[in-house]
């Protein structure tokens, strides 16, 4: 199972005065069970080139497959396509309508075609996934916190049994906690469920430590495409395009500057602490 991408192009506004090219050329190919991390700048074209990835936005050119079909080509069943991957907009608190958290997040299924009955088991298995306790299931979602909206917009998704789950920034606005917990939970969902995952996320950090793969985005185009650990390697050029590297790998370098004979790759903080004993044991 895999999402590829060949020779994508978006234009926004096309033949018109406004027409801006979004994405330029996109060749990608996403495998099934991956943890794919996006970033790039605003504008860089990272949140249009999500929204293809269910067909929500249809490329000005190019071609998308999924599982080797083109979602392009004419009788394409593109509902089934985003029964299988899910997209979770940024503040997808926004996506949040219904009376009580139980009857939101049974919208999908119901959708679907499911019995009240199967809407109801899937949302109470999704609600379990995302660890949300029970006792807000009957609650009105707009009642919740900020980090309790999150996991109800995700379990709405959940509980439609995707096989790819894309999230948009899904932790912007919360707290250092609130962000750990929703992010800890993806990374559960991902390893126990074989989910792929793909996130949009500003957080160097997030990145680092959640993602097996990072794409960089700039300027609408693919300006890396590799695990992290390499491509925070080139942290000067994605300073040079307003990114940068997580902050571990500045300590790091500057370590090494200072003579200390560390690895400059890392990228984590559990992976410095490692590190730093390591080079300090080798002094004595």
Do not use: W
């Amino acid at each position: 199972m895999s999402i590829k991408l060949e020779h994508l192009n978006y234009v926004y506004s096309q033949g018109t005065a406004y027409e801006k090219k979004a994405l330029r050329d996109i060749c990608l190919e996403i495998l099934n069970g991956e943890f794919v991390g996006i970033i790039g700048h605003t504008g860089s074209g990272k949140s249009t080139l999500i929204q293809h990835l269910n067909g929500l936005i249809r490329a000005t050119s190019g071609e998308l497959y999924y599982n080797g079909e083109n979602i392009y080509q004419e009788g394409y069943r593109m509902k089934e396509l985003r029964n299988e991957v899910g997209l979770v907009f940024q503040y997808p608190e926004h996506q949040l309508f219904e009376i009580d958290v139980m009857t939101d997040v049974c919208f999908g299924p119901k959708n679907q075609g499911l019995s009240q009955e199967e809407c109801e088991a899937r949302a109470l298995e999704a609600l379990r996934l995302v660890g949300l306790k029970e006792k807000y299931y009957k609650v009105s979602p707009f009642e919740l916190s900020g980090g309790q909206k999150r996991r109800v917009a995700i379990a709405g998704v959940l509980a439609m049994r995707p096989k790819v789950l894309v999230l948009d920034e899904p932790t912007a606005g919360l707290d250092p906690k609130g962000r750990d917990d929703i992010l800890d939970q993806i990374a559960f969902l991902h390893k126990e469920s074989n989910l792929t995952v793909i996130l949009v996320s500003h957080s160097m950090e997030d990145i680092a430590r959640y993602a097996d793969r990072l794409i960089v985005m700039n300027k609408g185009t693919v300006m890396y495409n590799d695990e992290p650990k390499k491509v925070f390697e080139h942290y000067r050029e994605l300073e040079a395009v307003g990114l940068a590297a997580p902050q571990v790998t500045y300590i790091m370098h500057d370590l090494a500057e200072r003579g200390l004979k560390v690895r400059s790759d890392v990228t984590t903080v559990s992976e410095a602490a490692d590190e730093i004993v390591r080079a300090v044991s080798l002094l004595r």
